[in-house]
C-alpha cells in the first residue's frame, strides 16, 4: 500500500509493509531504502540541513552523514533516526550533510 506521509523535516510517500494505517494516525516506524548510492549521481554533498520532499515519484532527502566504512555501508542520521544505506565511491574527505534523491522507500510500523 503505497501512503503520503509528513514528518518534522518534510512529507513524503512510500510504501506501507503492514496492514491498512488509519488517515491521521501517528506511528513510530522504521525505515528502509534499497537503492544503492553513488556518490555524484544519486548522493550528492548538499549545505547543512534535514529536508524530505517529494518530486514526482522520486523522493529527495537532506540527511547528515555520520560515517563510511570500508565495506561502502553509511550511516545516516535523519533528524535523529538513524538509517544505513549503501554508498558507493564517497571521498575521502566525505561532506557532512548529503542530498540523496531515490524511489523505493519503505515504512514498518513500531509496534511499541
Known amino acids: 500500500m503505497h501512503i ?3 514528518t518534522a523535516i518534510g512529507t513524503g510517500a512510500a510504501t506501507w509493509k503492514d ?15 534499497n537503492d544503492e548510492f553513488v556518490y555524484g549521481e544519486n ?14 515519484e522520486v523522493v529527495n532527502l537532506n540527511a547528515r552523514l555520520i560515517s563510511i566504512a570500508e ?14 544505506i549503501d554508498l ?13 534523491s531515490f524511489k ?3 515504512l ?3 509496534h511499541l
Do not use: Q
Open 19 to 33: 496492514g491498512i494505517p488509519e488517515a491521521g494516525e501517528e506511528w513510530e516506524v522504521e525505515l528502509e531504502i
Open 108 to 110: 514498518y510500523p513500531v
Open 4 to 6: 503520503t506521509f509528513s
Open 43 to 56: 548522493a550528492k554533498e548538499v549545505n547543512e540541513s534535514y529536508s524530505l520532499s517529494m518530486e514526482k
Open 88 to 100: 558507493i565511491d564517497c571521498p575521502s574527505n566525505p561532506p557532512r550533510f548529503i542530498h540523496l
Open 71 to 84: 565495506d561502502k555501508i553509511a550511516i545516516l542520521d535523519i533528524n535523529g533516526t538513524k538509517v544505513m
Open 104 to 106: 523505493g522507500l519503505n
